[in-house]
C-alpha cells in the first residue's frame, strides 16, 4: 500500500474540503496521485447525487453580490437539505465564491460551465456532494445591470436582494448611494413587493384582484352597478402596498420609497430588483 503523508492529505482537503479520512482514503485508491483522488471524490459525489436525487434541497445559503464598480449585481440560492449544512461556514464562502464567478455569467447554464478549483460549478457541486452527504444544487439564479446597484443578505443568509438606481455617485456622495441602495434592498426583503411599479403588474394579477375585490363587495350586499368603481379604489391600495415604488418606506412610514428617493435627488429612482430566498 502507497504511504500517504500527512501533508498530502492536507493538500487534497484544501483543495476538496473533504473530511480527512475521505481524502486519506482517496489518496491510498489512487496510489498518492493528487489529481485521481479529486477524481476519486468527484466519483463518490456522483454517486451521492444519484442516491438522493429525489431529496428536497429547501434549505442553503442566499446570497447577494455586486461587482467593484457597483453596476452589476447577481443573488443566487445555493441550497441543500439541511439547516446544519445551510449554516456551517465552509458551505456559506462557497455560496459567496459562487455568486462572485456569476457575476461573469449570464445565466446558471453559464456558471455551471465556469471553471472553479481546477473544474467546472457542475463538477465543484458533485465533489461537494460528495463531501457533506447532502444534494447540494444552484437552485436560484438573477442578475441585473444599473448605474448603480446595491445588494443586502437577511440574517441567516435565508433571503438575499439586489436593486438598481438609476444615477451612479455624480449627484449623491459614494457612502450615501451605499446606504440608500442598502435600505431598498432591505425594503425588498422586508415586504416582498411583486412588482416595480402599478405599470408593471401582469394584466391577469390585476383581472385577478378585481374579481376578488367584487366577489368581496358582492358578499358585502353592496349594489352591482357600484362594484367597478369600489373595485378601483381597492385596486389603488393593492398597488400601494405591492409595488415597490408604492409601498411605504420601512424606516419612514409616512412617505413612499418613491418620494424617499425624490427627497434626495429628483432623478432618482429603482429600475429594477431581484429578490431570492431559500426554501
Not at 450615501?176 to 408593471?200: C, F, G, H, R, T
Amino acid at each position: 500500500m502507497t504511504k500517504i503523508s500527512a501533508s498530502e492529505v492536507n493538500n487534497l482537503r484544501k483543495s476538496t474540503g473533504a473530511g480527512m479520512m475521505d481524502c486519506k482514503n482517496a489518496l491510498v485508491e489512487a496510489n498518492g496521485d493528487l489529481d485521481k483522488a479529486i477524481e476519486i471524490l468527484r466519483k463518490k459525489g456522483q454517486k451521492v447525487a444519484a442516491k438522493r436525487a429525489d431529496r428536497d434541497s429547501h434549505e442553503g445559503a442566499a446570497i447577494a453580490v455586486t461587482n467593484q464598480e457597483k453596476t452589476v449585481g447577481i443573488a443566487i440560492v445555493l441550497a441543500c437539505e439541511t439547516d446544519f449544512v445551510g449554516k456551517n461556514t465552509d458551505f456559506v464562502n462557497l455560496a459567496y465564491k459562487l455568486a462572485s464567478i456569476a457575476l461573469d455569467c449570464d445565466s446558471k447554464e453559464g456558471l455551471l460551465k465556469a471553471p472553479i478549483d481546477g473544474m467546472t460549478v457542475e463538477e465543484k457541486l458533485l465533489e461537494q456532494t460528495g463531501v457533506i452527504g447532502e444534494k447540494i444544487q444552484i437552485n436560484k439564479f438573477v442578475k441585473i445591470a444599473a448605474p448603480y446597484i446595491g445588494s443586502y443578505i437577511h440574517a441567516g443568509n435565508k433571503i438575499a436582494t439586489i436593486v438598481g438606481l438609476s444615477k451612479t455617485n455624480d449627484s449623491l456622495l459614494p457612502h450615501y448611494m451605499v446606504n440608500i441602495s442598502k435600505d431598498i434592498a432591505m425594503q425588498v426583503a422586508a415586504m416582498n413587493p411583486i412588482a416595480l411599479d402599478e405599470s408593471s403588474v401582469k394584466s391577469d394579477v390585476i383581472e385577478k384582484e378585481i374579481e376578488i375585490a367584487k366577489d368581496q363587495l358582492r358578499a358585502e350586499g353592496k349594489p352591482e352597478a357600484m362594484l367597478d368603481n369600489i373595485a378601483k379604489g381597492k385596486l389603488k391600495r393593492f398597488f400601494k402596498d405591492n409595488t415597490l415604488l408604492n409601498q411605504a418606506f420601512i424606516k419612514d412610514t409616512k412617505i413612499s420609497v418613491s418620494n424617499y428617493l425624490s427627497s434626495l435627488d429628483k432623478n432618482l429612482t429603482v429600475t429594477s430588483y431581484e429578490r431570492v430566498s431559500i426554501g
